[in-house]
């Protein structure tokens, strides 16, 4: 059993920075991971992807915002989310992908991120 427990959100005003961390109780090396987002009343979606070689993938409306990145040393998974807009309210969770089926095998709990004035 895999423990993701992200951490980071909070409330920010529209054009501010947030940074999200995701600390994983085993190892994550061997594993692709990922950050999604549900906004009130919409299906959960990717926001970004980060491969075991780093390569990086992320839904058009935030790229050149957002900044996936990864530290196997110390099993966490960060999301830099810079000139956020309203539209980025939503709770975030982390996700790991199973190296043996490639598909999600466990989720955090999720931290919620609010832009707002």
């Known amino acids: 059993q895999v423990q993701l427990v992200e951490s980071g959100g909070g409330l920010v005003q529209p054009g501010g920075s947030l940074r999200l961390s995701c600390v994983a109780s085993g190892s994550i090396r061997l594993n692709v991971m990922g950050w999604y987002r549900q906004a009130?009343?919409?299906q959960r979606e990717l926001?970004?992807?980060i491969s075991i070689g780093g390569r990086t993938n992320y839904v058009n409306?935030?790229?050149g915002r957002f900044t996936i990145s990864r530290d196997n040393?110390?099993?966490t998974v960060y999301l830099q989310m810079n000139s956020l807009k309203p539209e980025?309210?939503?709770?975030y969770y982390c996700n790991?992908?199973?190296a043996a089926t490639m598909s999600s095998d466990y989720w955090g709990q999720g931290t919620q991120v609010t832009v707002s004035s």
């Open 47 to 49: 926001v970004a992807d």
């Open 61 to 63: 409306s935030v790229k």
């Open 96 to 98: 790991r992908v199973s």
């Open 73 to 75: 040393a110390k099993n």
């Open 88 to 91: 980025d309210t939503a709770v």
């Open 40 to 42: 009130p009343g919409k």
